[in-house]
């Protein structure tokens, strides 16, 4: 994996944040030097969204303990930017770029979506900073890569070499319908939808929430009353042998490696990163589910995807490298302009949304 080809050595220090609907994590970075990789992170903090009021109060106590001066911000976040809001179903709070611009005394706040920034990260890290999930399949050919990720949400999107740098295209593959695949599943599908789910997204299976909803399906269709409400409760009980806790866990497992197989197929993927979300909780029972075999279940497309390496990169400062990274590839400012434009795709300062090149 390589690193993005358009640094600009020259970019000031400036904050990435990586929100998401349980935790924020930001960080102070500037561009890395030498043998550094090429985003150099000065100051890393990790906040529970639930405690605070907004995103902007989160962002001004980071401020005033690491980022003083600074008034460049650029978002990680899951969703679309629509007039100036941003759109996700996930966070606890309502955000707007001019508002936080504004709040926070910046100059400049621009947004992309979580995966793009984390398939951004994805090619700065390097092999051995990611576990190989699928054993004897670890070369790739060149190609797209996909990379995806079950948190609060379910998140993806592709990498697709172009020239001597990359084209990152975000999904929102969470919104697109629940695809059961045996009769048990078709059973949670009918049960998710008597209880008025009209439009059953794949996230609400393959998510961190959705690990709840999977187990609580199951125990409607076993007769049996749900004691568990949280996924970490549920890996536990899972752990110690408690059939249906046991059953979700491994269910959940075939349902992710599922949607891998046919994600993979739809972006003609060569390899595949799962980066983080709740998946390195519940790593070790990949090897007694039916996660690989449930990508490979892809019909005629089999053989193609038994050359897909899938790979789980657990890095908690992800979100903010890849955030970073992606300024520092297309960000064309430099160090003490003016806020003018500087280039065609240079970030704009009004703190509109930022277009993927």
């Not at 989160?58 to 690491?66: D, K, Q, S, T």
């Not at 976040?77 to 936080?100: H, T």
């Not at 752990?239 to 059953?247: F, N, P, S, Y």
Request: proline fraction near 6%.
């Amino acid at each position: 994996m390589t690193a993005p080809a358009r640094l600009n050595p020259t970019a000031t220090q400036f904050i990435a944040a990586d929100v998401g609907g349980t935790h924020t994590r930001v960080g102070l970075v500037r561009p890395g030097n030498g043998a550094e990789s090429a985003v150099a992170v000065l100051a890393h903090r990790k906040y529970v969204c639930a405690d605070y009021p907004s995103l902007a109060a989160i962002l001004a106590e980071f401020i005033a303990g690491n980022g003083v001066g600074i008034d460049r911000l650029v978002i990680a976040c899951a969703g679309v930017v629509l007039d100036d809001q941003v759109i996700n179903s996930n966070l606890p709070w309502r955000i707007s770029l001019s508002e936080l611009r504004r709040e926070l005394g910046l100059r400049e706040v621009l947004f992309i979506n979580d995966f793009q920034a984390n398939a951004n990260a994805a090619q700065c890290m390097a092999p051995g900073d990611s576990t190989l999930l699928t054993p004897g399949v670890s070369e790739s050919a060149p190609g797209p890569t996909l990379v995806i990720g079950p948190g609060t949400g379910l998140g993806a999107a592709v990498r697709i070499p172009h020239g001597r740098g990359t084209v990152i295209l975000p999904t929102e593959a969470g919104h697109t319908a629940f695809a059961p695949g045996n009769a048990r599943e078709v059973d949670m599908l009918r049960l998710a939808q008597q209880r008025g789910q009209t439009h059953v997204p794949t996230e609400y299976f393959v998510s961190g929430p959705g690990l709840v909803n999977l187990y609580s399906a199951l125990c409607t269709l076993n007769g049996v009353e749900p004691s568990l409400r949280a996924p970490a409760a549920i890996t536990e009980a899972a752990r110690r042998g408690e059939a249906l806790a046991r059953e979700a866990v491994l269910t959940f497992c075939a349902l992710l490696g599922s949607v891998i197989g046919d994600l993979a197929t739809i972006a003609g993927a060569k390899s595949v990163f799962i980066a983080g979300g709740i998946l390195p909780q519940l790593k070790d029972f990949l090897p007694d589910s039916e996660f690989h075999a449930r990508m490979l279940d892809k019909g005629a497309m089999r053989p193609v995807m038994e050359r897909v390496p899938v790979r789980l990169i657990e890095n908690e400062r992800l979100g903010v490298i890849g955030a970073a990274s992606w300024y520092l590839e297309h960000g064309q400012y430099e160090s003490g302009d003016n806020g003018s434009d500087a280039g065609a795709n240079a970030p704009n300062a009004s703190g509109r949304q930022q277009q993927t090149q």
